[in-house]
């Protein structure tokens, strides 16, 4: 059974960092496009970032471009999310998600697409 976890969440102040994991089991890691969402109180999830199988592609949300990193390691089946310059505004539940596709093609900031989810991990950035 496919089990995505996330670990690293946090608080921390305006202008630091947190670096956050997402362990997988269950699943042959490195066939998967790996993805990055977050939800904030009364809003919708919204893409942040995403790589592909091998971690040679990335792909970014404009609000996170230049501050967030995302990177991958097959061998431990674990992808990453290091996050610097931190804004008041990326303060939400931080979620992992793994999809079950080649690179080209998939619309990697849709929720849908998707075939298993964490269950989350929460980053508060206090001003």
């Known amino acids: 059974q496919a089990q995505l976890v996330e670990s690293g969440g946090g608080l921390v102040q305006a202008g630091g960092s947190l670096r956050l994991s997402c362990a997988a089991s269950g699943v042959t890691f490195s066939s998967y496009v790996m993805g990055w969402f977050r939800q904030a109180p009364g809003k919708e999830r919204e893409f942040v970032a995403a790589?592909?199988?091998?971690?040679?592609?990335?792909a970014y949300a404009d609000s996170v471009k230049g501050r967030f990193t995302i990177s991958r390691d097959n061998a431990k089946k674990t992808v990453y999310l290091q996050m610097n310059s931190l804004k008041t505004e990326d303060t939400a539940v931080y979620y992992c998600?793994?999809?079950?596709?080649?690179?080209?093609?998939?619309?990697?900031?849709?929720?849908?697409?998707?075939?298993?989810w964490g269950q989350g991990t929460q980053v508060t950035v206090s001003s």
């Open positions: 790589i592909s199988w091998a971690g040679g592609t990335t």
């Open positions: 998600a793994a999809a079950r596709s080649s690179w080209g093609g998939l619309r990697r900031e849709t929720t849908t697409v998707y075939n298993y």
